[in-house]
Structure formats: C-alpha cells, structure tokens
C-alpha cells in the first residue's frame, strides 16, 4: 500500500478539519485535497517529465504540491532552496527536473542570496500564489502505486562532495510514517509543530506525510526565530514538536519562556545531531522538559530509532521502531553482539531503493549479510556511524566512522570530546575535527561556539584544562578556537567538512591554546 490512497481517504472524510496552520492562514483538508487536483491538471498541463521539482518555503503548499505530483502520477524531487548555484544545477541536472513547482517571492530570495541565474531560464516555473483555485477542481481516483514504485527523490546536504539522490520508495515512507505513528502512539487528536524544511527527510516524514495520515493538524513556519516558536507553543498548545540541538540551543534564548510553554508537549524530540548532555540537563531543570532523542538518514526514510516515555536512557536515542532492525557490524562483516561498538547498519522496509545513478556507491552502503537465525541473507544499509545496542535493545550513537581520528594509534571519536565541551559554562555548541600531524598522525582541533556574553571572559587555555578532568591525555584537544558561529547546514547541523577545510587552508595558523 502506498501512502497516496490512505491519505486522499482521511482527507475526504476530514474535509472540514484544520490540517495546516501556517505564516499565512489555516488549510482545512478541503483546501489541501482541491489544491493538489488542482495541481496534478497544472503539471500535466506542463509537463511531461517523470520527475517534478518542488520549491516551497516550509507551509501548506508543500504538501498540496506533494499530493499534486501523486495524483498526477510524478515524482516530487524537493529542493532544498538554500544550495549553491552549482549544486542547484546539479540537483535539476541529475534528476531532469524541466518544471518547478515554486513561489515568486522564494525565487527572488535564491536569485538574491545566491546568483541571478540559480534558477536555470529554461525551467517551467509553476507559481502556487499565481494559479486560480477556483470552482469544483477537476475530480479523479488516483491508481495507487506499489510499495517499490518511486514516490521521491531527496537529495543530501551534500556535506561530502555533491549531493547525492536517494530513491525513497512508496514502501519506505509508508512503513516508515506508520512505523513512527505505532511507536509514539500517536492520533488525529495530536497537533505538529514544525520548522523543519519539508525538503528534509525529517521535515517530510514526520511532520509531512505523518500527520497527514493521521489526519491531524499540524503547525509551521517558515523561518526559525526563537520568539516565534515560543509564541506558536503559546498559542496551538502542539504535543508534538521536532527539532535539531541547535535549534533547542536558541530557544534556550527566549527569556520569556516556561515551562508552562512546553507543558502541552508530549513529545520534544531531538534529531539530526547528537544531544548534549548539557543541553537536555537545561530542558529539565529550566522548564521541566525531557528531551528525547531520534535516530534516521534521508537512506532510511528516515527515523530507526526514537525514545519515547517509558522508553528512555540517558545517552542513548531509544529502541527501533517497529518492523526496523538495528545490526552492530565489526570491520570483518561480523554482526557484534550486545555492547559490542561497531558501525550501526540498518535493517527494514524502510531502507531506501537506491542512489540515483550511482549504482557502485549504492552496493557500498547496503550489503547482503547472512544474519543469525535467518533463512537468507538480509539487505543491510550501512550508517557510516558507529555505535552499540545493549541487552534492551537500546542504541547508543558514539561516533562516526569517517570522522574518526586516530591519535598516536589510538581511535579517538570526536563526539565524545564534544560531550565534554558542551558541558563547559560558557560552550553553547562545539565541533571537532582532525588535524595532520606528523609524530602523532592526527591531533584533535576543537571550534567552539559561546553562549552571549561570554566572549571576553573566555580563555582556550582554561577550556583544555576543562577537558583533561574528564578526558584521556591523547583526546585532549591542541587548539581549542572560538567561531562567532559554526558553520551549519539548513537544519542547523554542524558541518564538519567546512572546518577541516579551514585547517587545510591555515596549517600553521594557531588561534587558541595548545599544549
């Protein structure tokens, strides 16, 4: 079953219920279901490409232009509107995007902030705010897709080289938003509250594709300014809302915020990064708030794991959702058993079909492996992170495979030094990354993020002593730097890459404390 079907039917049967709110007024089902139909005539009108570019700010018209390209038969390709120009045209490029489905006033902020010719001339450009919703929209039953039909095509950050396209399959995300609905108990009675961009996976799944089953309301806005959210919680009285550390780190800025602020909220969850310790101890002691962690890849549709209430260790992002299997591997292909550390590799109908015309990178990351008790060999997606599961089923994430350092032989994982940091008073966010060397192979470098106010009482050299009361003499970082901010990703994820490169481009340079 795909998810077009089920989610037309809660819409017919919804028709006066809220399902969005957003910066520019309330959708009812109604005005979702007659937007989409609308749509799906605009785009075959347009086009006949298999693949349809979305370009929306975060709102209703995503999910109207969403279901538009189902019942029309495409595939939506959203965009993510903050890329480089050179990625914009590889994206359209690669996918063969000829029409976008976009808004006048997002067009002008991409062509301003990044160059007057990011959106390619020969693009049909199909503006929601210009198209006539009007009168009975042109009726049709959809046939519904199988599970392995492609539904989507997400491209990554592209944190690593250009961005790369995941084929989400109908199954994935239908296995995947019910999955999380099972999990979190969820119904049509919960209220989303998002600010993720719905060309996120995250932004998509959970706070797109999952309410919409539901038929639930969700909430959203486009842009992320603390006061604002603080005011949307005030005012919608959400249960569930989903956001990235950093995030969490701004609302901490609000000084009008509390805790009867978060307290309609079931779920406050943490994803896309890992939690620090220190900011989920400033949940609970200042608003009474327990921060739970996600797990998931845009490969895995994307949520793996989730803690929930009742469910929920500290340090840890919770037990698999249903019909998801969490497999440790050793470098051998070997599966570990409990509290063994290997690379996390994930099993399940919600692993995606594939890297869009990147079938050897494909066969790099999921492997066929024979696994303990059963008859064949299961599809595995390898994570790249590594990790353990202990005897409650429970994943802990401590690293990543790539980011690894090794220092004097010694593997060092860099979340671990951010743990420590992250804890210092005046750290708000910090990162680390591996600095070349040549009696040690690689040193720790640590960039450092302060919290307001901060900046003239800080010292690196303090920081690093901070961190020897805790951490082993080889993991201690040589350079702690301060960055008036760390470079992010539109999710608000540290973007490592960016940082190394800096060191490659000052090796000499020394702008903190080292030892």
């Given at each position: 079953m795909s998810l077009l079907r089920p989610i037309l039917r809660k819409a017919v049967t919804h028709l006066r219920h809220p399902a969005v709110v957003d910066d520019f007024g309330t959708y009812r089902y109604a005005k979702l279901l007659g937007g989409a139909l609308f749509v799906a005539r605009t785009i075959e009108r347009t086009t006949d490409a298999k693949h349809v570019g979305i370009m929306l700010p975060t709102g209703g018209g995503f999910p109207i232009a969403l279901l538009g390209c189902w019942l029309a038969g495409r595939v939506p390709v959203p965009i993510n509107y903050l890329l480089s120009r050179d990625d914009l045209h590889h994206v359209l490029a690669d996918a063969n995007v000829d029409t976008l489905l976009t808004a006048g006033k997002l067009l002008d902020h991409v062509r301003e902030n990044t160059a007057e010719d990011a959106i390619p001339a020969s693009l049909n450009l199909v503006k929601l705010e210009e198209q006539k919703f009007r009168g009975l929209p042109p009726l049709r039953w959809p046939r519904d897709p199988s599970n392995d039909e492609l539904a989507v095509l997400l491209y990554t950050s592209g944190t690593s080289g250009k961005p790369k396209g995941v084929e989400l399959t109908h199954g994935n995300?239908?296995?995947?938003?019910?999955?999380?609905?099972?999990?979190?108990?969820?119904?049509?009675?919960?209220?989303?509250?998002?600010?993720?961009?719905?060309?996120?996976?995250?932004?998509?799944?959970?706070?797109?594709?999952?309410?919409?089953?539901?038929?639930?309301?969700?909430?959203?806005?486009?842009?992320?300014?603390?006061?604002?959210?603080?005011?949307?919680?005030?005012?919608?009285?959400?249960?569930?809302?989903?956001?990235?550390?950093?995030?969490?780190?701004?609302?901490?800025?609000?000084?009008?915020?509390?805790?009867?602020?978060?307290?309609?909220?079931?779920?406050?969850?943490?994803?896309?990064?890992?939690?620090?310790?220190?900011?989920?101890?400033?949940?609970?002691?200042?608003?009474?708030?327990q921060l739970y962690e996600g797990y998931g890849l845009t490969e895995t549709s994307p949520v793996t794991n989730w803690s929930t209430p009742g469910r929920h260790k500290p340090g840890s992002v919770g037990p698999a959702l249903p019909g998801v299997r969490n497999v440790i591997l050793g470098d051998d292909n070997t599966v570990l058993g409990d509290d063994e550390e290997g690379e996390i590799a994930i099993a399940g109908p919600n692993v995606m079909r594939g890297y869009h015309h990147l079938p050897e990178l494909t066969d790099q990351v999921i492997t066929p492996i024979q696994l303990p008790g059963d008859a064949e060999p299961t599809r595995l997606f390898r994570t790249g992170d590594i990790g353990k599961r202990d005897a409650d089923g429970f994943l802990f994430i401590t690293g990543r495979k790539k980011e690894m350092l090794i220092v004097s032989g010694e593997n060092v994982f860099p979340r671990e030094i951010e743990e420590v940091l992250d804890q210092h008073p005046a750290v708000c966010a910090s990162a680390v990354v591996g600095l070349p060397d040549p009696s040690r192979g690689e040193v720790p470098i640590a960039f450092v993020e302060l919290k307001d106010g901060e900046a003239d009482g800080f010292d690196p050299a303090e920081a690093r002593n901070f961190c020897r009361q805790t951490l082993a003499p080889f993991k201690v970082p040589r350079e702690v730097r301060v960055m008036e901010e760390l470079p992010r990703n539109p999710t608000g994820k540290i973007l490592r890459r960016a940082l190394s490169d800096l060191l490659s481009r000052e090796p000499t340079k020394e702008t903190g404390a080292r030892g």
């Open positions: 995300l239908e296995s995947n938003a019910r999955a999380c609905i099972e999990h979190a108990g969820l119904d049509e009675r919960c209220v989303f509250l998002g600010v993720l961009p719905q060309f996120h996976t995250f932004g998509l799944t959970v706070l797109t594709l999952a309410p919409l089953l539901l038929g639930a309301r969700v909430v959203y806005t486009a842009r992320f300014v603390p006061r604002r959210l603080i005011e949307l919680m005030r005012e919608q009285r959400p249960d569930v809302f989903v956001a990235v550390p950093s995030m969490y780190h701004a609302l901490l800025s609000v000084k009008s915020a509390t805790a009867d602020d978060f307290s309609s909220l079931r779920f406050v969850i943490a994803g896309g990064e890992k939690l620090p310790a220190a900011l989920d101890e400033q949940y609970r002691t200042r608003f009474g708030v």
